[in-house]
């Protein structure tokens, strides 16, 4: 099960850092892809900046999440994921539905749930058992309380 997860993890990762690449490298892609119209150089320098280091900063995130003892990442990169979502709830405030925003808010609710249960099956505290803490069996509490007897103490108070 664990390895399905990591699988699936990776190969969510390897999406993102491909989008953000093709983002960098070829931005004209991104833009049929994701249907952002005719674009100038400030349009083609914000896919580049923008989309390019949200997909590959995602990606990267779910990566090193995978790595031991960095699980926390995936949660970051989930939050990336949660915000995007959260983005396009409030353009359909304004905006309407369509096929591809659809898609694309199906594929997001996917990505987060994928990444959070991912964060929580690949817990350290899952994969191995608590440890046990060994207590001994020795007195930790002083000797019996023996009265002194010799000196003042030896009368009564009062």
Same mark, same amino acid.
């Given at each position: 099960?664990?390895?399905?997860?990591?699988?699936?993890?990776?190969?969510? %990762?390897?999406?993102?850092?491909?989008?953000?690449?093709?983002?960098?490298?070829?931005?004209?892609?991104?833009?049929?892809?994701?249907?952002?119209? #005719? #674009?100038?150089?400030?349009?083609?320098? %914000?896919?580049?900046?923008?989309?390019?280091?949200?997909?590959?900063?995602?990606?990267?995130?779910?990566?090193?999440?995978?790595?031991?003892?960095?699980?926390?990442?995936?949660?970051?990169?989930?939050?990336?994921?949660?915000?995007?979502?959260?983005?396009?709830?409030?353009?359909?405030?304004?905006?309407?539905?369509?096929?591809?925003?659809? #898609?694309?808010?199906?594929?997001?609710?996917?990505?987060?749930?994928?990444?959070? %249960?991912?964060?929580?099956?690949?817990?350290?505290?899952?994969? %191995?058992?608590?440890?046990?803490?060994?207590?001994?069996?020795?007195?930790?509490?002083?000797?019996?309380?023996?009265? #002194?007897?010799?000196?003042?103490?030896?009368?009564?108070?009062?």
């Amino acid at each position: 099960m664990v390895w399905v997860i990591r699988l699936l993890v990776a190969g969510f %990762a390897a999406l993102f850092v491909i989008i953000g690449a093709r983002a960098l490298l070829d931005p004209q892609t991104i833009i049929a892809q994701f249907e952002l119209g #005719q #674009q100038n150089a400030t349009g083609l320098s %914000a896919i580049r900046a923008d989309m390019g280091a949200f997909f590959i900063g995602t990606g990267l995130a779910a990566l090193v999440g995978l790595m031991p003892g960095k699980r926390e990442w995936l949660l970051g990169a989930a939050a990336m994921v949660a915000l995007a979502f959260t983005g396009r709830v409030f353009g359909l405030i304004s905006d309407p539905l369509t096929a591809n925003i659809a #898609q694309s808010m199906i594929i997001e609710a996917i990505s987060v749930v994928l990444l959070v %249960a991912s964060f929580a099956i690949l817990s350290p505290r899952r994969l %191995a058992p608590e440890p046990v803490i060994e207590t001994r069996d020795e007195n930790l509490a002083p000797e019996p309380f023996e009265p #002194q007897t010799t000196g003042d103490s030896a009368r009564p108070i009062g």
